[in-house]
């Protein structure tokens, strides 16, 4: 069993990431970070504290940080004032951005910062632990940089972001990365195997709107959740950013959880010398892999696929194992 924190900017994809791997048999949930990213902090960790209770876990949240390290002094920008994606369209509020369809939470995170808390557990631990940040990744990066010594207590770092052939935040980035470039590349460079599940992959392991209708038979509470969750990302999908196959969505972060299950999920991982663009120009943020014949000395686990049907079969067995 794989003992790892999830960092969650919490919106649907990170929700489904906290259900699976709150659920799994195969994973030991011990904590989770909250980040900005898709939402400002305080919702980002509004929404954790609702999924832990939605699945009736006690699973200790803390909250992060709530803008990018160095990003904002170069967009005339504070960190609370992040450029943040606006989560309404014609409808109103975009599900897997907006507020979620749950009650308030009873519960509050945990008194100590999610930094504070990465690097004391990460000094204590007696066996190692896995990071899974699918968020910007800003509260990592601060932890590798105050307490380096912390990456002797990581197994493996499985990041969501980044992308070769796709992109959402701009023409060649990655949300996740463009929000916190110099993050991601702090963590780029750790020394610790880094596992990137890039859009090239969540793209590829999108769910098709079949899964509504399994979620909804499996007559759970979490089980609506999730296709009510998928319903609005497919329709989302459908209108602001159409992929190759229509009524199709990715849930990018439980791809994460689920290479953790099964890694052969991820079909096509390839090792690589990557470094991420920290130029300030239509490229910040871009994957740049070396393809050279001679090319640099590997540094990171890449994604460029994922198995469609192993990941739904992943997602399911985890849901209906939780009846």
Not at 98 to 114: C, H, M, S, Y
Request: charged share 25%.
């Amino acid at each position: 069993m794989r003992k790892i924190i999830l960092d969650v900017d919490t919106g649907t994809d990170d929700a489904t990431a906290i259900i699976l791997a709150a659920l799994s048999k195969d994973i030991d949930l011990i904590g989770v970070t909250t980040v900005w990213g898709n939402r400002e902090i305080d919702i980002t960790t509004k929404h954790t504290l609702m999924v832990t209770e939605l699945i009736d876990r006690d699973i200790p949240v803390y909250k992060g940080c709530s803008g990018p390290m160095v990003r904002h002094l170069y967009r005339d920008l504070p960190p609370e004032k992040a450029e943040l994606p606006e989560p309404f369209d014609e409808k109103g509020p975009v599900a897997y951005h907006g507020d979620f369809n749950l009650p308030e939470p009873k519960r509050v995170a945990e008194d100590i910062d999610a930094v504070t808390y990465l690097i004391k557990t990460l000094r204590t631990t007696k066996e190692k632990i896995t990071l899974v940040p699918v968020g910007p990744l800003t509260n990592i990066a601060l932890a590798l940089i105050i307490a380096p010594d912390i990456v002797e207590n990581i197994e493996e770092i499985v990041i969501m972001g980044g992308g070769m052939t796709q992109s959402n935040a701009t023409t060649v980035g990655e949300s996740n990365i463009v929000n916190d470039p110099e993050a991601a590349q702090i963590v780029n460079l750790a020394n610790v195997k880094k596992t990137w599940v890039t859009l090239d992959a969540t793209h590829t392991a999108s769910l098709p709107a079949e899964y509504i209708e399994f979620c909804k038979n499996l007559h759970t509470t979490i089980g609506d959740f999730f296709a009510d969750m998928l319903v609005e990302r497919i329709r989302v999908y459908n209108k602001m950013q159409p992929l190759f196959v229509k009524d199709i969505a990715p849930i990018h972060d439980a791809l994460c959880i689920a290479y953790l299950i099964d890694p052969s999920v991820l079909d096509d991982l390839r090792h690589v010398h990557l470094d991420i663009c920290l130029d300030r120009g239509p490229g910040i943020g871009a994957f740049l892999i070396d393809n050279r014949h001679f090319s640099l000395k590997p540094n990171a686990y890449v994604a460029y696929s994922g198995d469609r049907d192993k990941f739904g079969q992943i997602v399911m067995d985890v849901l209906k194992n939780s009846q």
